[in-house]
């Protein structure tokens, strides 16, 4: 059996003010993974991710990649574009960061919003975006890197249904079309369901994982899986798993 992408082990995380965010955290993401982080507000999610992405060091435990660190990409909840700069500039942005000019990143960064769909808005400025335009192209400017991992702190979770679901499906077709192990952050039981291999179910604070849920594969992750036994079994599940940890917080 392969080794892990990357692994957790015993992670501990205390803040300056005294806030214990993380105790004895252990996970493990297999390549080609997509597993999601459910839990209550404040239960230490995203400080794993960002431990994982090295934006914060951990107390105790080890982090350790599979072949060395991976190409990791960081979507935040907002998508915190540079306003003044258009489309292409955005996403253009980590590769001006790492040295490369215009022409030599302008096929990667066209690649990257031919992929979310945005190869026709090149010229346009975030004031002239909704906002699930403005999600993908913070998915863009993560995609433009060609990461292994993909770290993804409740992006959608200030969107529309109607819009939440289309990106849903949408980010489960680039996963599969680039193969990349993605760590998602969501409070939704009805979104982990939908697009997780795997479902780690969070504690209070301090946060550890204290279920792990496996979603059968059932094909293509389409508006009709909603609706399956698989999908209504996997949301039963997590939602019965967090009412627990609540209740044993």
């Known amino acids: 059996m392969s080794a892990p992408l990357v692994s957790l082990n015993g992670i501990q995380k205390t803040f300056a003010n005294g806030t214990r965010a993380l105790d004895h955290l ?18 230490g999610k995203s400080t794993a991710l960002r431990i994982i992405a090295g934006l914060e060091q951990a107390d105790a435990g080890t982090l350790t990649f599979d072949g060395g660190r991976p190409e990791i990409a960081f979507v935040f909840q907002d998508a915190t574009l540079m306003p003044w700069a258009n489309v292409f500039d955005n996403v253009f942005l980590p ?27 090149v010229t346009s400025y975030p004031r002239e975006l909704s906002g699930g335009m403005k999600m993908r192209v913070s998915i863009a400017r993560a995609l433009v890197t060609k990461p292994t991992l993909l770290l993804m702190d409740e992006p959608f979770a200030a ?46 604070r301090p946060g550890r994982i204290v279920e792990t849920i496996t979603v059968a594969p059932t094909g293509a992750r389409t508006e009709e899986f909603r609706r399956t036994p698989t999908y209504l079994e996997a949301c039963g599940k997590a939602a019965h798993a967090l009412e627990l940890a609540m209740v044993g917080a």
């Not at 493990?28 to 209550?40: D, H, K, N, Q, T």
């Not at 001006?96 to 096929?107: C, M, P, V, W």
């Not at 969107?159 to 680039?174: K, V």
């Open 159 to 204: 969107l529309d249904e109607i819009t939440r679901h289309r990106l849903n499906r949408d980010l489960l077709t680039l996963q599969a079309d680039l193969d990349m192990s993605v760590i998602f952050v969501t409070h939704s039981v009805y979104e982990s369901a939908f697009l997780s291999s795997r479902i780690a179910i969070f504690s209070p």
């Open 95 to 121: 590769l001006r960061l790492k040295g490369l000019s215009r022409q030599d990143a302008n096929a990667s960064v066209m690649d990257a919003l031919v992929h979310v769909g945005l190869a026709d808005f």
């Open 26 to 43: 252990e996970l493990a993401i297999m390549r080609g993974e997509f597993v999601s982080l459910l839990g209550p507000s404040g239960c």
